[in-house]
Structures are given as C-alpha cells and as structure tokens.
C-alpha cells in the first residue's frame, strides 16, 4: 500500500502542469470572493461585521479543496485503468483493499498538502485585512477538521470515480464537482436563503459538516461579541441561517455530530471503493 501511495505521488507532482492546475484550482474560489462577493459586501457591510464575512467566507472555502483536489489526483487511477495498469496489479499477491487503500492515501495526501496551503494563504489575507491571528489552538482545531475533510472526501472521490468508465466521464464529473462545491460549503450564499429540500441536501453532504466546524471554530465568540447581552435564540437563528450551525428537526447538531459525520463517512466511502473499484476489469 505504502510503495503504491509513494508510486501515485511520484507521478502526480512529477507533472508540474497538474500541480499548477491544482493550485489554480484551490485558489480560484478565493480569488473569486476576493474581485466579486467581497466587492459587493463592502457596499453595505463596515468594520467587525465586515470582518466576520470576511471569516465566514474564507471557512467555507478552505473545504472546496479538501474534495476537489483528491477528486483531481484520481487521474492516476484513471489513467493507470486506461492502459490497462489495474490489470498486472490484479496480478499481484497484493489484497485488492491494499491496492485500493494506496490510491485513497495518495488522493488524501493531495488534499492535505493543498488544503493546507489554502488555509495558509487564507490567513495571510485576513492578517492584511485587519482580523488579525487567531489562537494556536483554533489552528490546531481547524487542522483537524482538515484531515477529517480531506479522508471523507478521498473515500467519496475514490467511490464516485470507481463508477466511471472512461476519462471523459472522469473529466465532465470533475467539473461538476467543483461547482457543486461552492453551494455545499455555502460560498456563495447562506445556506438559510434556500429552499428546504436544499438544506436537506447539503445537510447530508460530509462537506457541509467540515465548513459549519470550522465557522464554529473561528466565528463561535465573534458572534456573541458583535451583540452583547442579546438572548441565545437570536444567536442560535443566525448561526442557523449562516450555516455555522446546522439544525436537524429542532435539534441544532453538536460539534461531536459533525465529526462522526466526517469520520464514518470516510470510511464507508472507502468500504464501498473496495468492490466498486475492484470490479472493473479492462477488455
């Protein structure tokens, strides 16, 4: 598994173009909340309320790559398919859940090194932009909700490709992915400002969870400093409604939910890679 998840890395980074296409990728939602969506919150929005778009905006986004750029490093899978590689690994005496296991490793350590890039230059900006460091333990919690993000979503990545048969296929699924992003992690609107069905979607969306921790985690005093003295509910319906945090009947989730959400998710998802990805046979 190991040898196979240094194989995989090898190759991904060796291409200097998908490397760059990657890191393009990672920062183009927060270039584009940077020209767009701030431009057209600084018309209405002033000092801390500013500020605490500002982080809002930036949690949802530092997820995006926690999905995609796993989703991005399956090429290797695909390719690998594609010349008939899967075959003489088949041929091996190693344990199809192995071969499996080193592609999710692969695309999981992917996610890591770019998500993590993106947190960082995320907090450059808010450092320029007068928010200001937060507490080395927020980083640490935040850097966990991380690779908690990035191992649900490799195992969701590695189980949607394993149902693909061709590259175009790959390439078109990709596209949607990133899209669909933006909405899930609620970049470019609140999730109280869609419909119910909507909410429910994104609700059940790993992702989702990953975002709403870490607006609990940058923006949970914040909230209750912009207020003071105001009564819970009226925190508790705006959290609500910004999606920091998630109301399920007339329950609002605790953060253990959304951390089991992560965790079991990851490993279902690779569960089901195993056979999903261990059926395809190239003719």
């Given at each position: 598994?190991?040898q196979?998840?240094?194989?995989?890395?090898?190759?991904?980074?060796?291409?200097?173009v998908?490397v760059?296409?990657?890191?393009l990728?990672?920062?183009?939602?927060?270039?584009l909340y940077?020209v767009?969506?701030?431009?057209l919150?600084?018309?209405?929005?002033?000092?801390?309320?500013?500020?605490?778009?500002?982080v809002?905006?930036?949690?949802?986004?530092v997820?995006?790559?926690?999905?995609?750029?796993p989703?991005?490093?399956l090429?290797?899978w695909?390719?690998?398919?594609?010349?008939?590689l899967y075959?003489?690994?088949?041929?091996?005496?190693?344990?199809?859940w192995?071969?499996?296991?080193?592609?999710?490793?692969?695309?999981?350590?992917?996610?890591?090194?770019?998500?993590?890039?993106?947190?960082?230059?995320t907090?450059?900006?808010?450092?320029?932009?007068?928010?200001?460091?937060?507490?080395?333990?927020q980083?640490l919690?935040?850097?966990?909700?991380?690779?908690?993000s990035t191992?649900?979503?490799?195992?969701?990545t590695?189980?949607?490709?394993?149902?693909?048969?061709?590259s175009?296929?790959?390439s078109?699924?990709?596209?949607?992915?990133?899209?669909?992003?933006?909405?899930?992690?609620?970049?470019y609107?609140?999730?109280?400002?869609?419909p119910d069905?909507?909410?429910t979607?994104?609700?059940?969306?790993?992702?989702?969870?990953?975002a709403?921790?870490?607006r609990q985690?940058?923006?949970?005093e914040?909230m209750?400093?912009?207020?003071?003295?105001?009564?819970?509910?009226?925190?508790?319906?705006?959290?609500?409604?910004?999606?920091?945090?998630?109301?399920?009947?007339?329950?609002?989730m605790?953060?253990?939910v959304?951390i089991?959400m992560?965790?079991?998710?990851?490993v279902?998802?690779?569960a089901?890679?195993i056979p999903?990805?261990?059926?395809?046979r190239?003719?």
């Open positions: 598994m190991k196979l998840m240094k194989r995989n890395l090898l190759l991904y980074f060796r291409d200097r998908s760059f296409f990657s890191l990728a990672v920062m183009i939602t927060f270039i940077i767009v969506f701030r431009n919150y600084s018309n209405s929005l002033y000092g801390d309320i500013f500020n605490v778009v500002d809002w905006a930036v949690c949802g986004i997820v995006v790559p926690t999905v995609t750029t989703l991005g490093s090429w290797i695909v390719d690998d398919r594609k010349n008939k075959q003489d690994f088949y041929a091996s005496p190693v344990k199809r192995k071969l499996t296991g080193g592609y999710m490793l692969s695309s999981f350590t992917v996610g890591l090194i770019m998500s993590t890039i993106l947190l960082v230059v907090q450059i900006f808010l450092v320029i932009t007068g928010v200001g460091l937060f507490s080395w333990q980083y919690q935040a850097f966990i909700v991380i690779i908690l191992f649900s979503g490799a195992g969701l590695l189980f949607l490709v394993g149902l693909f048969s061709s175009s296929a790959f078109g699924f990709s596209l949607v992915i990133g899209t669909l992003m933006g909405f899930v992690c609620g970049n609107t609140p999730i109280g400002m869609l069905a909507a909410q979607f994104i609700k059940l969306c790993p992702a989702a969870h990953s709403a921790l870490l985690i940058f923006l949970g914040a209750y400093d912009m207020v003071p003295g105001a009564p819970q509910d009226f925190f508790d319906i705006n959290m609500i409604y910004l999606g920091i945090k998630f109301e399920w009947g007339s329950e609002i605790a953060p253990w959304h089991a992560l965790a079991v998710s990851g279902i998802f690779y089901l890679a999903v990805c261990s059926r395809k190239i003719k």
